[in-house]
């Protein structure tokens, strides 16, 4: 078994050491330059850590890690092409670098790459984790279809929000956390009580991420306050502001996301004072603490020595803001 | 051992009877009315009579086999996004009637989809098939890379325009025979002699599809005739008539290409008689019967009994219309 600082320096050294070239070099050279971004390495850690619990071999789902990390980051080529979104955690997105083509094309060619990870799986498990792979990497495209349509919806519902960060975001962390499992050995059971848990600790990761662009700090989220204010975009709290305003509240709300002739600034803060009003930071908060508790009620349900589990709860801990 | 009319229908049944849907349907509707357009299934007969040479289950590749030929039709999907091609095989492309957002993910979806069509694979063969296949792949993005280079270039030369369809179109052809060869049983030898007869056959496929643009019919080309000679493609027969023609004629070419008020019929019938003084067809036509003979004498090496590779042999005769 493996402690947490050690799987996170295996993954750190696996991904840095990915010798991602061929030819013509045009077409790797994407790929090399979104990988290196970096980031948490959270999926390829879910995967290791969870293989760790049921396995002290956990080193050789090293690649399969790897697929998920790879596969995430092709996500983003293309959703920042979909997006239109030309800076990606700082810097110049591959779209936003050399266009529309090499981000669709070198993309492609990513997502072919992490099926190329994914065939260093130990031959006794690849038919059960490319299963799980496909089944999730189809789920990813199904949430950011939904996510697309919600742009030209005014009606999300809370329910059907919900449901789409499940696919879009917890899906790949369950994925991740599951492909683990299996090339732990982990039985149904405790597959299904770590599919839970990371299935919660994803939707808690997303509402968190739909706070912070609220209340968080440009160096929390990566990327300047209030852009999904800006964008009216329909996150956690929006969905929340408008289902429990009053008409005269609601009409402001919409006037102010109408109009695009005001300062950002004062949107943005005239937003927050409603949201205040409303008691939606509160209610966010109590629902990412409900996801938490959901998913570390999970993890204590495996029937393990509570050490192996230990390190993943750390980085699920450590990744909501839970450390103790 | 099955006959070749026999697997034709097995693979039509097989491809039409793929149940492709899901939430949200939105996001599956493009990929069924992309696999539904039909053509040769060039490259799943390919799998099932390469497998039917070495084995009487022939059948058990049709997963396989239809992976290769959603594999195919996704990169269409990619592909009339990178061109801006409104219309595929006479009908709007994806692209054309879904917008670049839908060709785009539904596109992911559909190289998702083939992965889970490739799951099916027996579990003794799912390896060296996931190998291949992901080999394949990433080779038609390269060639893929390669040819939209060459947009901007106007020094190819004959020997990167035939590594590049090497790796653009005679790969997947070339993949699609080993995929079926490998769950045939076929031993190393047998696997090469079948490599090399497909790479020769994808070679005097695409030379013919450069030949039938000048010189076919509307009907056997599937769009108007001279669409290369409007577009300045870099094809065999253009590049071939810069390597022959002299100073004097080659100034007349550039002149032609360079020339954008030009009625399109003028200009393709003057490119025409440029090819026409400078025996560009014949040399063309000689071209594609060196491959196709050496695509022939591939089959012919292999050490089978001879009446298996009939199949395989009698699609190969007609599909460059060189039927006995």
Chains 1, 2 share one sequence.
């Not at 199904?142 to 499940?166: A, C, H, N, P």
Request: charged share 20%; with cysteine.
């Amino acid at each position: 078994m493996y402690s947490l600082s050690e799987l996170q320096k295996s993954v750190a050294d696996y991904m840095n050491g990915l010798d991602v070239d061929g030819n013509p070099h045009s077409l790797y050279e994407p790929i090399a330059y979104s990988l290196a971004a970096g980031g948490k390495r959270l999926r390829p850690m879910l995967t290791v850590l969870a293989c760790n619990i049921f396995s002290d071999n956990a080193l050789s789902a090293l690649p399969a890690a790897a697929a998920l990390e790879v596969f995430h980051t092709f996500t983003l080529l293309h959703d920042d092409v979909m997006d239109n979104a030309t800076v990606r955690r700082g810097k110049p997105s591959v779209f936003g670098k050399w266009g529309t083509n090499a981000a669709l094309l070198s993309g492609d060619a990513m997502m072919i790459y992490s099926y190329k990870l994914l065939q260093q799986t130990p031959v006794e498990y690849l038919p059960a984790v490319l299963g799980c792979f496909n089944y999730t990497a189809m789920t990813v495209c199904e949430g950011q279809q939904v996510d697309m349509e919600f742009e030209k919806r005014s009606d999300v519902t809370l329910e059907e929000y919900m449901s789409m960060i499940d696919k879009k975001t917890a899906a790949l962390l369950a994925g991740a956390t599951m492909i683990g499992a299996i090339q732990g050995g982990a039985d149904t059971l405790s597959r299904q009580h770590l599919f839970s848990f990371a299935t919660e600790l994803g939707l808690a990761f997303q509402l968190q991420d739909d706070l912070l662009d609220a209340y968080g700090t440009e160096a929390q989220l990566g990327k300047p306050i209030g852009g999904d204010i800006l964008e009216g975009k329909k996150s956690f709290l929006m969905i929340t502001a408008f289902a429990r305003a009053d008409a005269h509240t609601r009409k402001q709300l919409h006037a102010l996301l109408d109009n695009h002739t005001m300062a950002p600034q004062e949107k943005i803060d005239a937003v927050l004072a409603i949201y205040s009003s409303l008691g939606i930071r509160e209610i966010a908060e109590r629902e990412i603490g409900l996801h938490f508790s959901k998913a570390m009620d999970a993890l204590s349900s495996l029937e393990v020595d509570s050490e192996r589990v230990e390190p993943l709860r750390t980085l699920a801990q450590s990744l909501l803001g839970r450390n103790k």
